[in-house]
């Protein structure tokens, strides 16, 4: 590091008072003094503001240090020293290195110190190297050093400590030795402020023990001592009541502060702070945004409480005031309650925070509003009770949401209630939406009969277009079409919501439309389709929630599918098991195909690949899963998988142990669930065909599969269809066509084939990476490009092959990926005269 210094004529060390600034210089001066550098210590003080203090100062401890080392220079005085002793400097430094340390230059600002400062460097004396450490940015010129790389300048971050080395501290200053999570509780509430550990380190070596009941705060006597003596004494009164006042926020801008302070120089005083290094950092970004040191906003806000908390609430208002001025809605709220004034929040959160809600899934933050809103705030805005049913829902809490509506029953029935008055103000439709979200209690808690009653119940009648409204209506009544088999109706009222879901930016909605969209496709065996629409629906998954959250795992269990069918079991693997919740996890949110699919191709993959054991913990441990968390249709579904798969094991006894079990669940079953409902009726039908099979009677059985098939073709679900003549023909002992696109999932019915077996499928399903011959292009694909062919546009082609511009545009990158082209022509030409451009 030695070295390192002596090449620059200036290093520049500027951080906030308590930084480590003095202790950095002096490991600096003790390095250099060892190499037998000649060095010269220079602290300044209080008499260095004066107009010749600095000069004179520095040119005493100069004189000093180069008599000491056999060059007196006594005789210097006057308004001239400085101009003698620069030539006496360059012949010492001709002979040898000189670095001159000046500690604390800040107080010299106000003197002669920047011009003492620029002659020294002016002269560009050889081997003479400034080091200097100050709490502000130094005022003289230095962009000329810079520019010609002569200064070195150490950031304010690099004083910082790091979580290791807030741990060594705590073990060298205290011999106490902090945890990994008191570490970063500790680092966090100093963000790697020197002197706030050292602080921290004299409270725990005077309170054992106190650390680990409280972090360090501002407010802390030994922290509020500090930032008193050493940042606030001396400062104007107008700057600390701007520190004060502007202290309850978390991130301060000019307009912001204005607002708050009722004053209109924050842009001034914000740029006075920065550069005074008063505990104030800017936030990355374009926009002039800051924020104080955590401990100094601490100490701050104690000061601002002490001196009256009326002016709080009002500043916390104005506050909540800007924010709702300038589309921050959810800053909005929480100011409006630190300004006690739940009413008012209840109205904000209503009016401006339900669409961020949903389409970003703030769901704990909303739940804490919903505890700190008194009772009666909250239950007289109906569309915040609304979506607490909403989130318990989804939750899988059905009792508590039937309590809340019952709640919203009886405030509506009473024509004077708050309520009322509300939703006659605003248009809202109670009673539809009661059947609304009675609906989607049905669709996730498995009562599909009784969700539809509900749905029919709406029939002709177009919901109010406020929150989660006509829109959520749509998106509920597609997935209970598509239960139904009904996927006409689905896709059309899917892709209708998430139109809507698109245009108000809400996207929760938008991720549900697409999945169940991509569900329709699987049905209709259009894997490529699937494909495109479940990938777009991961993609903004993980852009706006958490990557182990249940909006990105339904996306993934349906690509899982896809990934399966064409034998790629490891891809499937991984998007299955990341979809399936912890074991002990509590919050299991979402629709029930979010751990079906995933657990029953688990234990499928399994099974093909020769792991059956693997595939049976999977099993138990989601009927397990089931059976505590009272989800019947999951448990009822997960016991025709274990009857089912007990057939295709060749273990008969066992499947007949577990139809017994399962016929037990039958009333409740056909109770809840319509003959319509096909995911679970067909898998039924075929454990039943199964057991008909072993009782003897395989006309039955057939004619019962041969039933399933025709009812799945007409209905236009292809994959089952084909799954189960799959099956038909297993059983008559005749070889079925091929399917172009359908892989893996068509034999979903049959016995696992032996994993060598599988292994060689799977490598013959596995994607080509390199251009293929038109002869590679799937029967859509051909379609496609035959309609290329023809000059038809992506949109024309949509219409003519019924399906949405978006999978045309992947079918249409499929063909030029599998042709090695890269235009529309080239493709065609390709496809006229094969063998072209290879």
Known sequence: MAAVLLQYRLVLVHAPAGSGKTTLLSQWHEMLAGTGVLTVWYSTNDADGELLGFGDG???????????DGDPVLSLDGRDALSQLIPLLSARAAREPITLFIDDYHLAE????????????????????????????????????????????????????????????????????????????????????AAGLRLAALVAGRMPGALSASPTVGSHRAVAEYFLEEVILGLPEEVYRF????????????????????????????????EAQLFLSALPGSQRWYKYHHLFQEFLQARLYSDGRDEIAELHSRAAQWFIANTSPMDAVRHAFLARKPAWAAELIEDYCLY????????????????????????????????????SINLRRFLKAEQTLRTIEQAASDPTSRM???????????????????????????????????????????????AFGQVDLDSIHSYLALQVGDLALAEKLTWRAKGVYHEIAVHWGGLHSRSIAAMCYIARGLLHEAEHVAADALRIARTNFAEHSYMVALPSVLLGIVAFDRGEFLEAERLWERAIPPEHATDVSGLCERILFATIGLVRLHDVTGCSDKGTNVLVRASRRAYEAEDFRLEFQLAIERADRAFRLANPAEGMREWERLCLHLPEARRRFPASAWQIWDAFQVVEARMLIEAGNRPAALATLGGIARAAHDS??????????????????????????????????????????????????????VAVSPEGLTAREDEVLALMQRGLSNKDIAARLDVNINTVKSHIRNIFSKLGVNTRTQAVLKKIRPGLND
């Open 58 to 68: 520095l040119i005493r401890a100069i004189d000093a240090g180069l008599s000491r």
């Open 110 to 193: 106000a003197g002669n110190g920047a011009d003492t400062l620029n002659r020294l460097l002016a002269a560009r004396i050889p081997q003479l190297t400034i080091v200097l450490a100050s709490r502000n940015r130094p005022a003289m010129p230095v962009s000329r050093l810079r520019v010609s790389g002569e200064l070195l300048e150490v950031p304010v971050e690099e004083l910082f400590f790091s979580e290791a080395e807030t741990e060594d501290f705590f073990r060298a200053a205290t011999a106490t030795a902090l945890s990994a999570q008191e570490s970063r509780q500790m680092h966090r509430y100093t963000e790697g402020w």
């Open 243 to 274: 520190l004060t006042m502007t202290s309850i926020l978390d991130t301060l801008s000019a307009g912001l502060c204005n607002a708050v302070t009722g004053r209109s120089d924050g842009g001034e005083m914000l740029s006075f702070l920065e």
């Open 356 to 391: 961020d809600y949903l389409s970003h899934g703030r769901f704990e933050v909303f739940s804490r509003w919903m505890q700190q809103l008194p009772r009666g705030a909250r239950e007289e805005r109906p569309l915040l009770l609304f979506l607490q049913v909403w989130r």
């Open 420 to 466: 009322s008055v509300i939703s006659r103000e605003t248009g809202l439709d109670i009673e539809g939406r009661l059947h609304l979200m009675r609906a989607l209690i049905g669709a996730y808690g498995g009562d599909l009969a009784g969700a539809l009653g509900h749905i029919e119940a709406l029939e002709g009648r177009e919901l109010d277009r406020l």
């Open 716 to 769: 236009g679900r292809l994959l089952s269809a084909l799954q189960v003549e799959r099956l038909l023909h297993a059983l008559e002992g005749t070889s079925p066509a091929p399917h172009a696109e359908l892989g893996c999932l068509l034999d979903v019915y049959l016995p696992p084939q032996p994993p060598s077996a599988t292994a060689a499928t799977a490598a013959r399903r596995l994607p080509d990476p």
